[in-house]
């Protein structure tokens, strides 16, 4: 490659230079190019061939594209950038492949060839936008391709069975093909394989978007990649990506953004790993939404930050607050035709009633049942099923329970989820612990497993109190004292106090199998308080 020779060139002719200090000038991107220059060979000089000869439409493809900080792109991103239907684009893009300007990147996931540029061939393409462009013109051509990309996650998210909370929009225009729907099959066809071929590519975008000062298309399209992030397990992701759309937001003033990618970053963080209490800061959190999306006046988005609140009531033992929480945000629901808000009310009301009024929860659960069928999200389904089968569980109903939890697990298995699958087998392992099967051992280590794996701290807690009552019931009791203190552990980083006050009174009856009286007094003063 010619880069290669002229780093060459340039290292023969100086033989003082050490290979760091020809890596320390290329990391300046501004005169990158510049670097390349030995001799008779210059990189900007052999582009420079190659973009004289294109027409001024291919040319300005060339800039704009170039001004796109992804990693690589669709046929289509040309069509956008040029407000050209999608045929014209990919003609274009091929053209710019025939003058050796872009690359071939392969076909992806969703059946999309997609491009990309050498990284010197793109700084050459940006340094001539800088001169040959408005950048009102720029922006407005990046304005296009943000709002295609908009425009397909919202069409790929609505297919897939990810969070019930509502899908939000804001003003943000969407771009479209003039030659019709063509260019979006991908997208609707295969919404997981579209999200997986477009991933990198819509992340940059919108981080590109927010350091453009355009938050409204960034936190829009965000807000439609959470579904695909959540069924994915991609958490990390989902929270680096939200946390840059949020200072954004902040940045410009848009209140709506800013609830929305609030209420995004709680799901993305409540049942992770956190160095504080998951479920205070939830509690807080759904306190903030309750009053930001009243403000704005968007019931849908109120129904879910009261959902998110009953949930950190229950948290914290307020049955009483958290089922009123619950019946608001149940009211809000049906009052604009939520359904995945009226199916999370009812389970959210179904954890605040507890094993307190077992009947109540069951009857709740199965009313949100019924709404997750009606909905068709067999995710949630299957998440409401497994909530069913414990309710049966502790109101001494085992088959009941098993057949619950049996059909959660098909449908987690079904659609290769192995997050809720994770947490469908605490489920089930809880269930038999309660029961005394010897099958809650198993269940449980798989559960633990996946949960470690996952990060998901809250189901990895609940695993461990699992394995360590079965432990101390199996005589087990060294490992009985390690599962609950790791335990016990976890919950406090959770927050939810019964669930805190059940493992420490397990730890307790360990510590006194296995001799250690003081340790077991404050285990079971500790827990007795928070049950108080």
Not at 288 to 299: K, N, T
Request: proline fraction near 3%; charge should be negative; charged fraction near 25%.
């Amino acid at each position: 490659p010619l880069a290669v020779r002229v780093a060459g060139a340039r290292l023969a002719a100086r033989p003082h230079w050490s290979l760091s200090r020809l890596a320390g000038q290329l990391t300046d991107e501004r005169r990158r190019l510049d670097q390349f220059s030995a001799g008779d060979l210059a990189v900007r000089a052999s582009l420079a061939l190659s973009y004289v000869g294109l027409d001024p439409r291919e040319r300005m493809a060339f800039r704009l594209l170039g001004a796109l900080d992804v990693p690589d792109f669709a046929g289509w991103v040309p069509a956008a950038l040029l407000d050209l239907p999608v045929p014209a684009g990919e003609e274009l893009v091929e053209s710019l492949v025939d003058a050796q300007l872009v690359l071939i990147a392969g076909v992806d996931p969703a059946g999309q060839l997609r491009y990309r540029f050498h990284d010197l061939v793109r700084l050459y393409a940006r340094e001539l936008g800088g001169t040959e462009d408005d950048p009102r013109d720029a922006t407005l051509a990046l304005s296009r391709v943000f709002g295609a990309w908009l425009g397909l996650a919202e069409l790929a998210t609505e297919k897939l069975p990810g969070t019930t909370s509502a899908i939000i929009h804001g003003p943000a225009p969407r771009w479209d093909s003039p030659d019709g729907a063509a260019w979006k099959h991908p997208a609707e066809r295969d919404p997981i394989a579209w999200f997986d071929a477009e991933r990198a590519a819509f992340i940059a975008a919108v981080r590109q978007a927010c350091a453009l000062g355009l938050s409204a298309v960034a936190w829009d399209t965000a807000c439609c990649v959470e579904r695909y992030f959540d069924v994915c397990g991609l958490f990390d992701e989902w929270r680096s990506l939200h946390e840059r759309v949020l200072e954004a937001c902040l940045a410009a003033g848009d209140r709506l953004g800013e609830a929305v990618v609030r209420r995004g970053l709680m799901h993305a963080t409540t049942w992770m790993e956190s160095g504080g209490e998951a479920m205070a800061a939830q509690y807080d959190g759904a306190g903030r939404l309750i009053e930001m999306f009243s403000a704005l006046g968007e019931q849908r988005g109120l129904c879910d930050a009261y959902v998110l609140r009953a949930w950190g009531q229950a948290a914290r033992g307020e049955m009483a607050e958290g089922l009123e929480s619950g019946r608001a945000a149940l009211r809000l629901a049906e009052a604009t035709g939520h359904l995945g808000g009226q199916a999370r009310a009812h389970v959210c009301m179904a954890v605040a009633y507890g094993t307190r009024r077992i009947d109540m929860a069951i009857e709740h659960l199965r009313l949100g049942l019924e709404l997750a069928e009606k909905l068709g999200n067999p995710r949630f389904e299957a998440t409401t099923l497994q909530f069913l089968g414990l309710a049966h569980g502790h109101a001494r109903q085992f088959e009941a329970g098993l057949e619950c939890m049996m059909r959660a697990l098909a449908i987690y298995r079904q659609i290769r989820d192995p997050l809720l699958e994770a947490m469908g087998l605490v489920a089930l392992a809880r269930l038999y612990a309660v029961h005394h099967d010897e099958r809650a051992r198993s269940a449980a280590q798989a559960a633990e497993a996946l949960s470690r794996s996952h990060r998901l701290a809250h189901h990895r807690a609940d695993a461990l109190w699992v394995l360590g009552e079965v432990d101390l019931a199996e005589g087990r009791i060294g490992e009985a004292v390690g599962h609950l203190e790791e335990s016990v552990r976890l919950w406090r980083t959770r927050g939810w106090q019964e669930f805190l006050a059940g493992a420490l009174a397990s730890l307790a009856e360990a510590y006194t199998a296995a001799g250690d009286q003081a340790a077991a007094e404050r285990a079971r003063r500790e827990g007795a308080a928070l049950s108080s």
